[in-house]
């Protein structure tokens, strides 16, 4: 009985809570923008699937003559920055905007319009990265030519090409004329600003909102990951943004910062950079260990192995990954004390991430396992994370990182912890909590077929890569000759590749077919653990009927089960009488809830970005000036506008 | 107010008193510039400088921001939040070798 | 509509307001961004061979300080405001803000007085002089931006008092969240002013 406010007049009147699109337009409420997150982090997966497709015909053989250099460029560059800006981070964002307040025993965020600004801003940002291709234009630096000889690449080369990393002074005005790489760095500006308010609303989340008796020792596992991610965004993202204001500036205002002509500094650019892009793949990995740290006690029947250490590991690798940036620039020529120094200190994230991974298999160790897809998914992230894990302590060996470099051994690393790892863990969380979505069940079937099919076109395409690096196949390049004899290898990672590319086939259809038609779900399908499937399924609009009162960890696990004299569990006599009660209250709450009222305020908001961006890139165009004041002034007039707007509508101030 | 305050916050009398410390700290430092203009070494009033910066850094943290009269959370965000970027910060500039040059001027 | 959901929903787990926890929040990460900006201009300031002037050699320190002064005073209306919104003293509130945001606007007038005066010397000094130059005016511009915005805040909400009749805690905007912000404005530029005027 959610309480729905009617519209009182500002300027334009308030929009009522409906289910047309202008609801989900206008949306505050945290599920929704989950959802809204996460279908089109999907998408851009699919986006950044295909670049990735694209790359793996032309290097399938050798001397491939697919692509272009300057169209190889562009498509390794938006595969990169498509899979980190575009999908993982914000299906992270969809996983905590969805999950935290269930997880905590909330109805919502702390602050849900700024929420909802989040998520606008981002799709915005994307938009404008992705509108590079129509409207971005690639330049021959001054006197040169473009890769491969061209004066002017073709649709498929005029996007972002600097790589994800956007090296200084490659990607900056003297050597990269045109606007590509505005649209990149200001494109990333957009997107970094997003996850920033998110960061400061989830931490405010997790510290404020919390349910009665939910101490912080007592949270889910994903709800601690959430907080020092948000952390880790909070600390990290301001210096991308210091970073990516300067190149704009060298770009669009003369500034000197990275112009190695006239006394820049191309290190500097490196330093910024990474200090921000190492605690980012902690940004990446977090979330997909929280969702592995839920999903192996519930389907091992046993609660987690060391709660407190998986807790305090996860904060140690984000305290720690601030302290080895410049393992990124081992052959920059930084100082043989600064190689040592970080050497050591990446080596040392080592121990916290070996404490996770032997809790998890303590976990299981003993456990009754059910090999459900959520379990498939956790499993074979443990084994692959750990392939990645160990080949990134090779990089922590100073003179063997020197072979490492720019070879595909790197991308075999980061392909294993960032695909084996952080994507096989979303797979994870999106068949565990696809019923506290929907009601519904995915099929088991399709799942195994998808979590296999994934499985082997995974270690098809990136344990070749190991060797191959090794060998000496260099990275970002666009074809290697014949002589190398790279050709078997290529030829089984592109196998490898469509194979992954078939497996989230099945996957889409598995989900579209369960949403329509999958097995409803009940309550509590996985018989779990945790606060959120406390709740009815699909979630109801206000989360919990009654606000929930915790008396420990693992509290609803709890309610239904006792342990005997040798710590097995014993289902309660009235479980299922208590699982009906929570049923009945989540339905039917005993008492008016008020959830804050929609605005469209967030929107517009989001939206002058758009005007703000295409306006600064072209401010020396006739209408690029104006329409940047007219992207600021819209973008103060709606926050404006937003601090005259009550939280929720027609009621008293609820603080004192 | 509903919200718990551990200690009374000043009354007006003493927000201006603190005003016209941070005053004289001011002209204390602009003095020092000119008696470093003068000739007094730098390796005396550099560190000073810095001494009398982060005095009136810390007043206005403590009393204008309130830290000093808040729940120790908020102490906590401010200097995890300050200590952490001094000392991130310290370790690039050492990278760059920027804190040897200073230390020489 | 029952009191009791409402209790309920305000949350405070800490026993901290939630927008003063907010905004503590996002200080602290803007101390991040300074302290970039910041090593930005250490990093360059002192390194041999640009084209003149360098930043340290067109300052005109007795005008700054006047502007340095300023922006402390400010400080000082901002939490008189912020007193008085406690006492319910609408009246002085509003005249405090109004001080508030003035000083900040005498503050950024310096600014561009003193930006403009750069630029016109003759041997100027402009973004694109050298690197010490562009980190100079990108630090101190940040600044004076964030000193802009504070000033927007600050006369948004005095239109919020005159609009409601009073300033209450159930809009968005609130002035001790504001009022945090403001001085952590000020706490920049005491660093700044030492760091990058007084030391050479």
């Given at each position: 009985?959610?309480?729905?406010?009617?519209?009182?007049?500002?300027?334009?009147?308030?929009?009522?809570?409906?289910?047309?699109?202008?609801?989900?337009?206008t949306?505050?409420?945290?599920?929704?923008?989950?959802?809204?997150?996460?279908?089109?982090?999907?998408?851009?997966?699919?986006?950044g699937?295909?670049?990735?497709?694209?790359l793996?015909?032309?290097?399938?053989?050798p001397?491939?003559?697919?692509?272009?250099?300057?169209?190889?460029?562009?498509m390794?560059?938006?595969?990169?920055?498509?899979?980190?800006?575009?999908?993982?981070?914000?299906?992270?964002?969809?996983?905590?905007?969805?999950?935290?307040?269930?997880?905590?025993?909330?109805?919502?965020?702390?602050?849900?319009?700024?929420?909802?600004?989040?998520?606008?801003?981002?799709?915005?940002?994307?938009?404008?990265?992705?509108?590079?291709?129509?409207?971005?234009?690639?330049?021959?630096?001054?006197?040169?030519?473009?890769?491969?000889?061209?004066?002017?690449?073709?649709?498929?080369?005029?996007?972002?090409?600097?790589?994800?990393?956007?090296?200084?002074?490659?990607?900056?005005?003297?050597?990269?004329?045109?606007?590509?790489?505005?649209?990149?760095s200001?494109?990333?500006?957009?997107?970094?600003?997003?996850?920033?308010?998110?960061?400061?609303?989830?931490?405010?989340?997790?510290?404020?909102?919390?349910?009665?008796?939910?101490?912080?020792?007592?949270?889910?596992?994903?709800?601690?990951?959430?907080?020092?991610?948000?952390?880790?965004?909070?600390?990290?993202?301001?210096?991308?943004?210091?970073?990516?204001?300067?190149?704009?500036?060298?770009?669009?205002?003369?500034?000197?910062?990275?112009?190695t002509?006239?006394?820049?500094?191309?290190?500097?650019?490196?330093?910024?950079?990474?200090l921000?892009?190492?605690?980012?793949?902690?940004?990446?990995?977090?979330?997909?260990m929280?969702?592995?740290?839920?999903?192996?006690?519930?389907?091992?029947?046993?609660?987690?192995?060391?709660?407190?250490?998986?807790?305090?590991?996860?904060?140690?690798?984000?305290?720690?990954?601030?302290?080895?940036?410049?393992?990124?620039?081992?052959?920059?020529?930084?100082?043989?004390?600064?190689?040592?120094?970080?050497?050591?200190?990446?080596?040392?994230?080592?121990?916290p991430?070996?404490?996770?991974?032997?809790?998890?298999?303590?976990?299981?160790?003993?456990?009754?396992?059910?090999?459900?897809?959520?379990?498939?998914?956790?499993?074979?992230?443990?084994?692959?994370?750990?392939?990645?894990?160990?080949?990134?302590?090779?990089?922590?060996?100073?003179?063997?990182?020197?072979?490492?470099?720019?070879?595909?051994?790197i991308?075999?690393?980061?392909?294993y912890?960032?695909?084996?790892?952080?994507?096989?863990?979303?797979?994870?969380?999106?068949?565990?909590?696809?019923?506290?979505?929907?009601?519904?069940?995915?099929s088991?079937?399709?799942?195994?077929?998808?979590?296999?099919?994934?499985?082997?076109?995974?270690?098809l395409?990136?344990?070749?890569?190991h060797?191959?690096?090794?060998?000496?196949?260099?990275?970002?390049?666009?074809?290697?000759?014949?002589?190398?004899?790279?050709?078997?290898?290529?030829?089984?990672?592109?196998?490898?590749?469509?194979?992954?590319?078939?497996?989230?086939?099945?996957?889409?259809?598995?989900?579209?077919?369960?949403?329509?038609?999958?097995?409803?779900?009940?309550?509590?399908?996985?018989?779990?653990?945790t606060i959120?499937?406390?709740?009815?399924?699909?979630?109801?609009?206000?989360?919990?009927?009654?606000?929930?009162?915790?008396?420990?960890?693992?509290?609803?696990?709890?309610?239904?089960?006792?342990?005997?004299?040798?710590?097995?569990?014993?289902?309660?006599?009235?479980?299922?009488?208590?699982?009906?009660?929570?049923?009945?209250q989540?339905?039917?709450?005993?008492?008016?809830?008020?959830?804050?009222?929609?605005?469209?305020?967030?929107?517009?908001?989001?939206?002058?970005?758009?005007a703000?961006?295409?306006?600064?890139?072209?401010?020396?165009?006739?209408?690029?000036?104006?329409?940047?004041?007219?992207?600021?002034?819209?973008?103060?007039?709606?926050?404006?506008?937003?601090s005259?707007?009550?939280?929720?509508?027609?009621h008293?101030?609820?603080?004192? | 107010?509903?919200?718990?305050?551990?200690?009374?916050?000043?009354?007006?009398?003493?927000?201006?008193?603190?005003?016209?410390?941070?005053?004289?700290?001011?002209?204390?430092?602009?003095?020092l510039?000119?008696?470093?203009?003068?000739?007094?070494?730098?390796?005396i009033?550099?560190?000073?400088?810095?001494?009398?910066?982060a005095?009136?850094?810390?007043?206005?943290?403590?009393?204008?921001?309130?830290?000093?009269?808040?729940?120790?959370?908020?102490?906590?965000?401010?200097?995890?939040?300050?200590f952490?970027?001094?000392?991130?910060?310290?370790?690039?500039?050492?990278?760059?070798?920027?804190?040897?040059?200073?230390?020489?001027? | 509509?029952?009191?009791?959901?409402?209790?309920?929903?305000?949350?405070?787990?800490?026993?901290?307001?939630?927008?003063k926890?907010?905004?503590w929040?996002?200080?602290?990460?803007?101390?991040?961004?300074?302290?970039?900006?910041?090593?930005?201009?250490l990093?360059?300031?002192?390194?041999?061979?640009?084209?003149?002037?360098?930043?340290?050699?067109?300052?005109?320190?007795?005008?700054?300080?006047?502007?340095?002064?300023?922006?402390?005073?400010?400080?000082?209306?901002?939490?008189?405001?912020?007193?008085?919104?406690?006492?319910?003293?609408?009246?002085?509130?509003?005249?405090?803000?109004?001080?508030?945001?003035?000083?900040?606007?005498?503050?950024?007038?310096?600014?561009?007085?003193?930006?403009?005066?750069?630029?016109?010397?003759?041997?100027?000094?402009?973004?694109?002089?050298?690197?010490?130059?562009?980190?100079?005016?990108?630090?101190?511009?940040?600044?004076?931006?964030?000193?802009?915005?504070?000033?927007?805040?600050?006369?948004?909400?005095?239109?919020?008092?005159?609009?409601?009749?009073?300033?209450?805690?159930?809009?968005?905007?609130?002035?001790?969240?504001?009022?945090?912000?403001?001085?952590?404005?000020?706490?920049?530029?005491?660093?700044?002013?030492?760091?990058?005027?007084?030391?050479?």
């Amino acid at each position: 009985m959610a309480n729905t406010g009617a519209p009182t007049s500002t300027i334009f009147r308030r929009p009522k809570q409906s289910s047309s699109w202008t609801d989900w337009l206008t949306t505050v409420d945290h599920k929704k923008i989950g959802i809204m997150y996460g279908y089109s982090a999907f998408f851009f997966f699919v986006l950044g699937g295909i670049e990735a497709l694209i790359l793996r015909l032309q290097l399938a053989g050798p001397d491939g003559s697919v692509l272009e250099a300057a169209e190889y460029n562009a498509m390794f560059t938006m595969h990169g920055t498509t899979m980190v800006f575009l999908f993982v981070m914000p299906i992270g964002a969809a996983f905590f905007n969805y999950m935290l307040p269930l997880l905590i025993g909330a109805r919502d965020v702390a602050f849900p319009r700024m929420n909802a600004l989040s998520f606008w801003i981002f799709i915005f940002g994307g938009i404008f990265l992705y509108s590079s291709f129509l409207f971005g234009t690639t330049g021959p630096p001054a006197g040169g030519n473009l890769p491969g000889g061209a004066t002017d690449a073709s649709w498929l080369g005029s996007t972002i090409n600097g790589g994800w990393f956007m090296y200084q002074p490659n990607a900056g005005p003297r050597f990269s004329t045109g606007t590509v790489l505005d649209y990149g760095s200001i494109g990333l500006q957009i997107l970094g600003l997003s996850s920033l308010i998110a960061s400061v609303n989830f931490i405010a989340t997790v510290f404020n909102m919390r349910a009665k008796g939910m101490k912080l020792l007592r949270m889910p596992v994903f709800a601690w990951m959430t907080t020092v991610v948000a952390f880790l965004l909070l600390f990290s993202l301001p210096i991308i943004a210091v970073a990516l204001f300067m190149v704009t500036f060298d770009r669009q205002l003369g500034t000197l910062f990275f112009d190695t002509f006239q006394g820049g500094d191309a290190i500097l650019w490196q330093h910024l950079f990474w200090l921000f892009g190492h605690p980012e793949v902690y940004i990446l990995i977090l979330p997909a260990m929280g969702i592995v740290s839920e999903v192996l006690p519930v389907f091992s029947r046993k609660p987690l192995f060391g709660y407190p250490a998986v807790v305090f590991a996860g904060a140690a690798i984000g305290f720690l990954g601030f302290g080895v940036w410049a393992h990124h620039m081992f052959s920059s020529g930084i100082t043989p004390v600064a190689q040592a120094a970080f050497g050591l200190a990446t080596m040392t994230i080592a121990v916290p991430t070996g404490i996770k991974i032997f809790n998890w298999l303590g976990t299981m160790w003993m456990g009754k396992i059910k090999f459900t897809t959520p379990m498939l998914f956790s499993l074979g992230f443990v084994a692959l994370f750990v392939v990645g894990g160990l080949s990134g302590v090779t990089h922590s060996i100073v003179p063997a990182d020197w072979q490492q470099t720019d070879t595909y051994y790197i991308v075999a690393h980061f392909h294993y912890v960032l695909f084996g790892g952080a994507i096989f863990g979303i797979f994870a969380g999106l068949y565990y909590w696809f019923p506290k979505l929907t009601g519904r069940m995915m099929s088991e079937k399709l799942g195994k077929v998808h979590f296999w099919l994934m499985f082997i076109g995974m270690n098809l395409t990136f344990g070749p890569m190991h060797w191959l690096g090794l060998q000496g196949m260099v990275r970002r390049t666009w074809k290697y000759p014949e002589e190398y004899n790279f050709g078997t290898w290529n030829m089984v990672v592109t196998v490898g590749a469509y194979i992954i590319a078939l497996s989230i086939a099945v996957f889409m259809v598995n989900w579209i077919k369960s949403k329509r038609k999958g097995v409803p779900s009940g309550m509590d399908p996985w018989d779990a653990r945790t606060i959120e499937w406390s709740i009815p399924n699909p979630t109801p609009e206000w989360n919990f009927g009654v606000n929930p009162e915790v008396q420990g960890l693992d509290d609803w696990w709890h309610r239904k089960y006792d342990d005997d004299e040798e710590g097995r569990p014993v289902r309660k006599a009235d479980a299922d009488a208590v699982i009906a009660q929570f049923h009945e209250q989540g339905v039917n709450p005993p008492a008016p809830i008020h959830l804050p009222s929609p605005s469209y305020f967030p929107f517009i908001a989001g939206l002058s970005f758009l005007a703000i961006g295409y306006g600064v890139i072209y401010h020396t165009r006739g209408w690029g000036l104006p329409l940047l004041i007219f992207g600021v002034v819209l973008l103060l007039s709606s926050l404006i506008g937003w601090s005259l707007e009550p939280i929720e509508e027609e009621h008293e101030e609820v603080h004192a | 107010m509903a919200q718990a305050q551990t200690k009374a916050h000043p009354e007006p009398k003493q927000y201006v008193q603190i005003a016209l410390l941070l005053a004289v700290l001011t002209g204390v430092e602009v003095a020092l510039y000119y008696i470093e203009q003068g000739g007094v070494s730098s390796s005396i009033v550099y560190p000073t400088l810095i001494i009398l910066a982060a005095l009136k850094f810390v007043i206005v943290v403590a009393f204008y921001m309130h830290v000093r009269y808040e729940k120790s959370l908020i102490a906590r965000f401010f200097t995890v939040g300050f200590f952490g970027a001094l000392m991130l910060y310290t370790v690039v500039l050492g990278t760059f070798g920027v804190l040897a040059s200073l230390g020489g001027q | 509509m029952s009191d009791i959901a409402h209790d309920e929903q305000v949350h405070e787990t800490t026993g901290i307001e939630t927008r003063k926890l907010a905004m503590w929040i996002f200080l602290s990460s803007e101390f991040m961004f300074f302290g970039a900006l910041i090593s930005n201009y250490l990093l360059f300031k002192g390194r041999p061979g640009f084209p003149e002037p360098y930043p340290s050699e067109v300052f005109d320190i007795p005008f700054t300080s006047v502007s340095s002064f300023v922006l402390l005073m400010s400080s000082l209306t901002m939490v008189l405001a912020d007193h008085a919104l406690h006492k319910d003293d609408q009246r002085s509130t509003r005249t405090w803000l109004v001080a508030t945001a003035l000083l900040g606007m005498v503050f950024l007038a310096g600014q561009v007085f003193e930006f403009a005066g750069f630029v016109t010397e003759e041997v100027p000094m402009k973004l694109s002089t050298n690197p010490a130059a562009s980190a100079f005016f990108t630090l101190t511009g940040f600044h004076g931006m964030h000193v802009l915005v504070g000033v927007i805040m600050l006369l948004t909400l005095v239109g919020v008092s005159f609009r409601k009749g009073k300033l209450s805690t159930a809009t968005g905007l609130n002035l001790e969240s504001v009022a945090l912000y403001w001085h952590f404005v000020d706490i920049i530029w005491i660093v700044i002013f030492t760091i990058v005027y007084l030391i050479k």
